[in-house]
């Protein structure tokens, strides 16, 4: 594998469900993101870790929970999410003192 | 806070013509600025990007951008669109020392004409 990569690239799940992302940098970074990208909105930054300790949480519901336990790998853990989350959910990695982030595929989430 | 805007959210060229996608950014400090590229069911791709020095910026596919600070601008630009530039397109600003707390602009949708 290179690169960052997502997994599921899709995923239905109901309002009462637990499920989880999972991404995975190939690139040696020590940054690590989500981002989720709606159709009416622009891309938003949720979630940043540096050196696996975060430092950016955009006031993001507690129904989506980030956990980075090494710096190769980042999970987005949902519970009781609401249809409004339905959206493409991408990974990025990067290095701590560099700008240019590396893009995974993203998990196309629908919450029914 | 910094903020992106991309006034264009579809554009039509020809293939073989020339392109300009503006983006607007509202930042205080001097800016970390991008384009990215997304293909229909791909992440994104980073074009190119500035934080100094000379003000037009050469990145990959032969695009290209202009950093002009009086204008709050950085257009990309193309000189001549091939049908696989087809894609949205995203203009992002760079916050933090680093400049990688990234706010995106909405997008400009590119369509190429045979």
């Known amino acids: 594998e290179t690169g960052v990569t997502q997994t599921p690239r899709h995923l239905v799940m109901g309002m009462t469900n637990k499920k989880s992302l999972k991404c995975e940098q190939h690139?040696?970074?020590?940054?690590m993101y989500w981002y989720k990208q709606s159709a009416k909105k622009p891309l938003e930054l949720m979630f940043v870790?540096?050196?696996?300790?975060?430092?950016e949480n955009n006031s993001v519901p507690s129904r989506f929970s980030p956990e980075c336990p090494n710096s190769s790998h980042l999970f987005l853990h949902l519970h009781t999410l609401q249809p409004e989350d339905s959206a493409l959910y991408l990974c990025?990695?990067?290095?701590?003192?560099?700008?240019?982030?590396?893009f995974g595929p993203g998990t196309r989430l629908t919450v029914t | 806070a910094q903020s992106v805007t991309q006034p264009d959210i579809h554009i039509t060229v020809s293939e073989g013509a020339s392109l300009e996608l503006r983006c607007n950014y509202s930042?205080?400090?001097?800016?970390?600025l991008f384009w990215y590229v997304q293909s229909p069911g791909q992440g994104l791709q980073l074009l190119l990007k500035?934080?100094?020095?000379?003000?037009l910026v050469q990145g990959i596919k032969g695009f290209e951008a202009e950093f002009k600070r009086s204008q709050s601008s950085f257009n990309l630009r193309k000189p001549s669109v091939h049908w696989s530039d087809a894609a949205e397109y995203f203009c992002?600003?760079?916050?933090?020392?680093?400049?990688?707390?990234?706010?995106f602009g909405g997008g400009t949708r590119l369509m190429v004409k045979p």
């Open positions: 990025a990695s990067s290095q701590v003192a560099d700008s240019e982030q590396y």
């Open positions: 690139l040696g970074h020590n940054a």
């Open positions: 870790y540096s050196l696996e300790e975060r430092v």
């Open positions: 930042y205080g400090a001097t800016p970390y």
């Open positions: 500035y934080f100094s020095g000379d003000t």
């Open positions: 992002a600003v760079g916050a933090g020392s680093a400049g990688n707390m990234l706010t």
